[in-house]
Structure formats: structure tokens, C-alpha cells
């Protein structure tokens, strides 16, 4: 026979997480937010981790959050003039709360350190390139250097891109 207790513990449990995912869904709104983002809610509004947990992964399965739909999202706009490293990256997106496993799904899909390094400089100084004067040059590559090595892209790499676009880097480094 069923205990009583352990019965009555049971619904507790269940009518704890409904009332959890009724809250969670009128927070989310029409808003996709990761699901680290719902755990810092419900554990702010008294749920405990393994409540919360349950919440979130029923709230996946009904599609109220979709970490990897969000980190295919950030990895999709952080290329060209926003490019970062994919290191970067993935700081980027654990910072924002997605599932350690969408983070890794997405990051295959970003460009390669190289590639986004290389379209960066092309989108953000092409033409500060082209049109600098040779006194200036030294000043543009360091700022160049500089402003890549803020993106999260490694000084080796960053020199070898610098070299390969025809940029002179002897003489700053």
C-alpha cells in the first residue's frame, strides 16, 4: 500500500511545481531567456535547486526556453564588426545563463579564431588601413593589436592575422 505520507509529499512536490512554472511562464512573458536566467528567478522567489531544476526541465520540454535556439543566436551575431574569439564566446554565453551543452552545440558552428579574426580588421579598420599615413601606421597597428587582443584573440594568432593581411608588425611589438 501507498504511504500516506509520501503520498501527500508527492503532491505537495507537484502542486509546488506547477504553481513554479505558472510563475516562471508569466515572468518569461514572450521573452526567450536561458535557463540559467529562470534559475536566478525561481531561487529569488524561494524554490529550491532541485524544484527549480524540475521547473526548467519541464519548461524545455514545452519550449518555453531554448538554450541552444539562443546560443546559435549569439554565436550568429557575434561575427563581422562584432566578431569575438570563440573563447569569448563561450565566456559571452555562460555569462548570459545558457546550458553548458548549448554553449558547446553552438561554438562548433562559429568561425574559427583565424576567419573571425581576419573579417573583423577587414570590417572595423579596411579603411583606416588604406588610408593612414606612414607616420601614422605604427600608431593604427598597435590600436589594431590592441583592440583584437580586447576581442579575446590570442597574441600569436593575432600577429599571424596582422601579417597575412599585409600589415607591417615588426615594428610595434
Known amino acids: 500500500m501507498d504511504d500516506p505520507k509520501t ?4 503532491m505537495s512536490l507537484q502542486q509546488t511545481v506547477s504553481k513554479g512554472r505558472s510563475q516562471a511562464i508569466q515572468w518569461l512573458g514572450l521573452d526567450k531567456k536561458p535557463s540559467g536566467r529562470v534559475l536566478t528567478y525561481l531561487s529569488d522567489k524561494g524554490y529550491d535547486r532541485d524544484t527549480a531544476r524540475m521547473i526548467i526541465n519541464e519548461l524545455k520540454q514545452d519550449d518555453y526556453i531554448n538554450d541552444e535556439l539562443l546560443a546559435r543566436q549569439v554565436v550568429k551575431r557575434r561575427t563581422g564588426r562584432r566578431a569575438e574569439s570563440r573563447s569569448a564566446l563561450v565566456h559571452r554565453m555562460a ?3 545558457l546550458d553548458a551543452s548549448a554553449i558547446d552545440t553552438a561554438i562548433t558552428s562559429a568561425q574559427s579564431d583565424y576567419d573571425a579574426a581576419t573579417a573583423l ?4 579598420f579596411r579603411q583606416s588601413i588604406d588610408l593612414v599615413r606612414a607616420g601614422e601606421r605604427n600608431a593604427l597597428f598597435k590600436r589594431i593589436f590592441m583592440f583584437l587582443q580586447r576581442r579575446g584573440f590570442g597574441r600569436e ?6 601579417a597575412d593581411i599585409g600589415l607591417e608588425i615588426d615594428k610595434f611589438v
Not at 121 to 124: D, G, K, N, T, V
Not at 157 to 162: G, I, P
Open 95 to 97: 555569462r548570459l545563463g
Open 157 to 162: 594568432l593575432t600577429l599571424r592575422v596582422m
Open 7 to 10: 503520498r501527500q509529499e508527492s
Open 121 to 124: 580588421i577587414e570590417a572595423r
